[in-house]
């Protein structure tokens, strides 16, 4: 059986950096009773605490941070980059353990963004870009879908047991 990562505050854990949570969805609620779910929160894996200050990517791209050449920063000036990349690499380092191939990371994060991240302005500006944690695991060959888009990680979870 496969298993998914699925960023925690998605599971209803109270870690995201103002102290909240998503969910539930009813989706992960299945794959939680199946046993397939891995739950990770990569900034309090990294070291973090809740609450913390929000951060973002100046340019919003993990990919470049992972290459160090952006870094992670709270809106005053706190550089937040080694503890996001720890929580990258322990992302790393759980679904090498597990052979997982899907993950499903809450949108727009500065780790777990898919798709979009904010721009490091503060101004709630999005921009096309990935969080840290997400932009190494696509990297690693991971499929990185949001929790706006749990039909899409279904759909390629079935094409990984076509005979489920
Ligand atoms: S988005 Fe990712 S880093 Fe942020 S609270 Fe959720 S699991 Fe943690």
């Not at 298993?3 to 998605?10: H, Q």
């Not at 009773?33 to 990294?46: F, Q, S, T």
């Not at 992670?72 to 706190?78: H, I, Y």
């Not at 380092?93 to 993950?103: C, K, L, N, P, Y």
Request: hydrophobic fraction near 45%; proline fraction near 5%.
């Amino acid at each position: 059986m496969h298993k998914i990562l699925v960023s925690r505050c998605l599971l209803g854990h109270r870690v995201r950096y103002d102290g909240g949570a998503s969910g539930p969805f009813d989706q992960l609620d299945v794959w939680l009773a199946e046993g397939r779910v891995v739950g990770l929160c990569p900034e309090v894996a990294g070291g973090l605490p809740t609450p913390r200050p929000a951060a973002e990517i100046p340019g919003g791209q993990g990919l470049q941070v992972l290459d160090g050449k952006a870094l992670v920063l709270t809106e005053a000036g706190e550089d937040f980059t080694e503890a996001f990349m720890r929580g990258a690499q322990l992302a790393l380092e759980t679904v090498r353990r597990h052979g997982i191939r899907i993950a499903v990371l809450k949108a727009n994060s500065p780790s777990c963004g898919n798709l979009l991240t904010y721009d490091g302005t503060f101004t709630a500006t999005k921009v096309t870009g990935e969080g840290v944690t997400a932009a190494l695991l696509r990297r690693e060959g991971v499929q990185v879908f949001s929790e706006l888009q749990l039909a899409e990680a279904a759909a390629a979870l079935q094409a990984l047991e076509p005979a489920l």
